[in-house]
């Protein structure tokens, strides 16, 4: 089997070495990539955001499946062009990538589907703003409707800032919304689910440290690290959302006539009333697909093909390594409001020999000198596997303090909290 893999993230390098380690696959391209990618498998120039382009590409090196991975090309129909073409994809139809493409449509899809999600309202005025921030108190939560690469979203207790966001999120044109909702308190997961549109197929559930800063202090980002699976995750979660969650709404795209293949990726915050849904992305999560891959030991590319192809029910069950996975997210100076770039990164070579580590690229490029620089706000994905939360930490970090990257910042508190509770229980009995 050949494969292509659309995007230039550390999500997409993480998919390139999972298809590449699959006895089944003969073969990855990789379009546009990055850096570290190019070092793995060929690369070739791709503007993601053109259906044809990606059809095109796909038809010209003769793949037998394309991987999507970032919900840019999703959302612009990249999926349907390359089915048009006759080729397996994974990934979800312009139609069905809606349900991340805008939180007003996902929370439609809620409603018909009776998933438990915070209560909304979606706001066309300044007016309508007010109201909804006097009916459900502070901390104010306003998102931007449209896509925002996870930088849409402003949870506030500062009524002048969550209006200014608002003000912000209205002024983008004429049919502009926000949408306005209660605050969930609870910590968040994101559990994946793999789907063919019919049958759905969860993967571990794992965690993203989303704030730039320690102790969940600052801005969103994409995302600054993460791990999976969770230790203190109640037993009976992966099964409660699959069945209250995934496959309602896989359900209710279906009778909407859009059914969504692919990976339906729930966001989800455990109140002290249940589970609730935050978000929905039509895509694998940057940085949780790298933890969530590298504990995966089922072959990559027969999943990915059955969900492609229809075929996911006759797949036997998953099956993951024992252990824990921990990503630790290198950013570039100024990320998120103003990455630098083009600092030199050393050290990689060190950081990737600590025992258990996988070094993803994210925002890299060569220089013309040949010189591995930075490119972009997320730079490299540092992964790790352990037999424990602790070891998977301690392999991460000795790895990121190895590599030299003028001015970057990464957060130390990655799963932190969750292996001290670990430890602490496993010494309690
Ligand atoms: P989203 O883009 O919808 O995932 O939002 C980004 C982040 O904002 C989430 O991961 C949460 O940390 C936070 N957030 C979003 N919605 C809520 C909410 N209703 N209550 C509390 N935090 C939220
Ligand atoms: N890590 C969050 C996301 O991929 O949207």
Known sequence: MKVLV????????????????????AEVVAAPGNAGIARDVPTMPLDVTDPAAVAALAQSQAVDLVVIGPELPLVAGAADAVRAAGIPCFGPSKAAAQLEGSKAFAKQVMAEAGVPTAMAHVCTSVDEVASAFDQFGAPYVVKDDGLAAGKGVVVTSDRDEAMA???????????????????LDGPEVSLFGITDGITVVPLQPAQDFKRVGEGDEGPNTGGMGAYAPLPWAP???????????LQPVIDAMNRRGTPFSGLLYAGLAMTSRGVRVIEFNARFGDPET????????TPLASLLMASATGTLAGL?????????????VVAAA???????TGDVIEGLREAAAVSGVEIFHAGTTVRDDGVLASSGGRVLSVTAHGESLASAREHAYAAVDLIRLAGSHHRRDIAERAAQDAASAAVGG
């Open 165 to 183: 966001h608002a003000r912000a999120c209205l002024s983008h044109g004429n049919d502009a919304q926000v949408v306005v909702e209660e605050y």
């Open 235 to 245: 037993p009976g979660l992966v099964a409660e959302v699959t069945s209250r969650v």
């Open 290 to 297: 790298q933890v969530v891959l590298a504990n995966l030991r």
């Open 316 to 328: 036997p069950a998953l099956s993951w390594q024992s252990g824990y996975a921990v990503t630790v």
């Open 6 to 25: 659309v995007g230039s993230g550390a999500r997409e390098h993480a998919l390139v070495a999972a298809l590449v380690a699959d006895p089944a696959v």
């Open 334 to 340: 100024g990320y998120p409001a103003d990455p630098r």
